[in-house]
């Protein structure tokens, strides 16, 4: 007996799916499960988890911050990128700031809770801590000296035109001193929270200062990767980083290059990428050959 066309078809349909099921389903996942087995590759298919003395430390492939209780950071250790995944390094949490080149003014709400660091803010707060800490010039163009944008609302009596009337520092709050004592002969202003001096009618104004070009803090110092879990470091900075944790360690800073350039890839087969330092990889060498005091 032949059966109804559209009972062929479905009967088709059914096995068709049966057999993707096991393909797809059962047998690529088993297969992909038994390459992960490989001597050689099991590691890595298992996250690259690092361990010591039978305790996991962490993964190469995903970076994490070396500081204190209080997110301070350890100064024996070299430090990471900054991250914006989640709290920081967090992989359930991947992602970056999604903040612009012309994210330049915080948002300084009443309500501390409601604020926001714009991304110039952001880089200047840690180029300035970098310096601190590691005994560097940590100015930046377009960034005060107490490490937030240096950025102007700027109005005037015609609107985009005429005399300047009124200067803000729109991202500096009391008690800081503005960065600039007037702009074209009107006393600048600390900003007051709660107020929108853009939509207010306040030209944003940035100011790039005297600070050098090239900076002292590398560009990774104080910006996030893309997925915000970059285990890696440019040589550059981890060049600035030398000597605080040669002292904090009490050895010579030549060993502690040395331990650097051994644990500096280059790039990709060659040509690709740029030159970066595995940051957990270097500071457990370094607890290894030379112990924190």
């Known amino acids: 007996m032949r059966l109804p066309s559209w009972i062929a078809q479905h009967l088709a349909a059914l096995r068709a799916v049966l057999v993707f099921t096991v393909l797809l389903g059962l047998a690529y996942p088993l297969a992909m499960v038994a390459v992960g087995r490989i001597p050689g590759l099991d590691g890595k298919a298992a996250g690259s988890l690092v361990s010591v003395e039978g305790r996991t430390v962490g993964s190469s492939l995903i970076g994490q911050s070396f500081t204190d209780a209080d997110g301070n950071p350890i100064a024996r250790y070299f430090q990471s990128r900054p991250s914006a995944a989640g709290d920081g390094y967090d992989p359930t949490a991947t992602s970056a700031s999604n903040l612009g080149p012309e994210s330049v003014v915080d948002t300084i709400a009443t309500d501390p809770e409601e604020s926001s660091q714009s991304l110039l803010t952001q880089v200047c707060e840690r180029s300035k801590a970098v310096g601190d800490l590691d005994g560097v010039d940590g100015s930046r163009p377009f960034c005060t000296p107490d490490g937030v944008g240096a950025v102007l609302a700027v109005f005037r009596a015609g609107g985009l035109t005429g005399p300047v009337t009124r200067v803000v520092s729109v991202n500096q709050v009391a008690p800081a001193t503005p960065f600039l ?86 790039r990709a087969l060659g040509f690709l990428g740029e030159p970066g330092v595995n940051v957990l990889e270097l500071n457990l060498a370094l607890d290894r050959e030379f112990p924190a005091r």
Not at 231 to 246: G, M, T
Not at 250 to 265: K, L, N
Request: charge should be negative; proline fraction near 9%.
């Open 181 to 266: 004592g007037s702009y074209q002969g009107v006393p600048v202003e600390l900003a007051q929270a709660g107020h929108d001096y853009v939509a207010e009618g306040g030209i944003v104004t940035p100011i790039r200062g005297d600070a050098p070009a090239s900076p002292a803090v590398p560009a990774d110092a104080v910006t996030a990767s893309g997925s915000g879990l970059d285990p890696h470091i440019s040589p550059a900075y981890a060049a600035l980083q030398v000597n605080r944790v040669a002292r904090e360690r009490g050895v010579d800073p030549a060993a502690v290059r040395r331990m650097v350039e051994e644990h500096t890839t280059g």
